[in-house]
């Protein structure tokens, strides 16, 4: 089955421009702004997985971390078709961004989860 955090990462990374990772990277202020996709959950089948996936944006102000988040949700409920070695079927947005804390006051945060329904290509 395909990695999903291998597949979204790199897409988002070129959607955006901005980095994207499973991690965030140390001293994450010098590399804003940052995309991170984890696998929270989610199940598989034999020839199709359905992973459910934390997606957080962070930004050097409030403004830049929403149209980000707006982007990405976007792009996410319209994506189809073959992505870095897998073919997305479907997706579903199981709880959209919304302000997350962080430690540090000076970098804002958005977070959602999402369902992404996946083969491999």
Avoid: K
Avoid at 79 to 103: H, K
């Amino acid at each position: 089955m395909a990695d999903i955090e291998a597949v979204l990462n790199p897409w988002a990374e070129a959607l955006t421009g901005a980095f994207s990772a499973s991690e965030t990277p140390d001293r994450m202020e010098d590399h804003l702004p940052v995309v991170r996709v984890q696998r929270l959950g989610g199940y598989d089948e034999r020839f199709s997985g359905h992973p459910r996936v934390a997606i957080d944006v962070f930004a050097s102000t409030a403004d830049e971390a929403r149209a980000l988040a707006e982007q990405l949700t976007e792009a996410i409920l319209f994506l189809r078709g073959p992505v870095s070695g897998a073919v997305i079927r479907g997706t579903r947005c199981d709880s959209g961004f919304s302000r997350q804390p962080w430690a540090n006051e000076a970098i804002h945060r958005r977070g959602a989860t999402f369902t992404i329904s996946l083969r491999a290509a």
